[in-house]
């Protein structure tokens, strides 16, 4: 399986600060990469897809870049409805498999 | 725009069978554009893909949980189901049913249905 691991698991922020956070893969999975975001008692929502491609309908202020076995997500300025959950997924190989998570909380 | 929604048992017995459905809404499952899968959350925890099917019926499941998985089609009723036998607490989580576009990038979630296995 492949692993992928995520930095920070937490992350303190305020409104209006840049932050990014980090996926990393065991292997190299090209940019098979998704990120979603998920709010507490909430389904996941996808925010980005093949590693940079923004979602219709998601703010621009979110980025993701990155191919092979490092990816970032970064948001560019913190709004107080992006305090959430984030987890990245891969769907080079099966089985799919996400990111432990990253907690996104306001400072 | 598409809408899914799960609906099952709440509670199930440890040993027993897990059986979800997923209503699907303004999408056709048969439309074959898109994979149709199960992902579950423990509480407090990640998310774990379960399986998928496709509109030819053919399926993939994670191997965690192969042996025990079967995820099934009713394209008369614009559903699928998951099956999860042998279930014990470890398998109490929120499930989610959930459209996989380009096969396993999950654009459309239902909202979630806790299962506990308790006896």
């Known amino acids: 399986d492949i692993q992928l691991t995520q930095s920070p698991s937490f992350l303190s922020a305020s409104e209006g600060d840049r932050v990014t956070i980090t996926c990393r893969a065991s292997q190299g999975i090209s940019t098979y990469l998704v990120w979603y975001q998920q709010k507490p008692g909430k389904a996941p929502k996808l925010l980005i897809y093949?590693?940079?491609t923004l979602q219709s309908g998601v703010p621009s202020r979110f980025s993701g870049s990155g191919s092979g076995t490092e990816f970032t997500l970064t948001i560019s300025s913190l709004q107080p409805e992006d305090f959430a959950t984030y987890y990245c997924q891969q769907l080079s190989s099966y089985p799919i498999t996400f990111g432990q998570g990253t907690r996104l909380e306001i400072k | 725009q598409v809408q899914l929604q799960e609906s099952g048992p709440g509670l199930v017995k440890p040993s027993q069978t897990l059986s979800l459905t997923c209503t699907v809404s303004?999408?056709?499952?048969?439309?074959?554009?898109?994979?149709w899968s199960w992902v579950r959350q423990p509480a407090g925890e990640g998310l774990e893909w379960i399986g998928r099917v496709y509109t030819s019926g053919s399926t993939s499941y994670n191997p965690s949980l192969k042996s025990r998985v079967t995820i099934s089609l009713d394209t008369s009723k614009n559903e699928f189901s998951l099956r999860l036998t042998s279930v014990t607490a470890a398998d109490t989580a929120v499930y989610y049913c959930?459209?996989?576009?380009?096969?396993?990038?999950?654009?459309?979630w239902g909202q979630g249905t806790l299962v506990t296995v308790s006896s």
């Open positions: 093949a590693a940079s």
């Open positions: 959930a459209r996989g576009a380009g096969g396993s990038t999950f654009d459309s």
């Open positions: 303004g999408d056709s499952i048969s439309s074959g554009n898109y994979y």
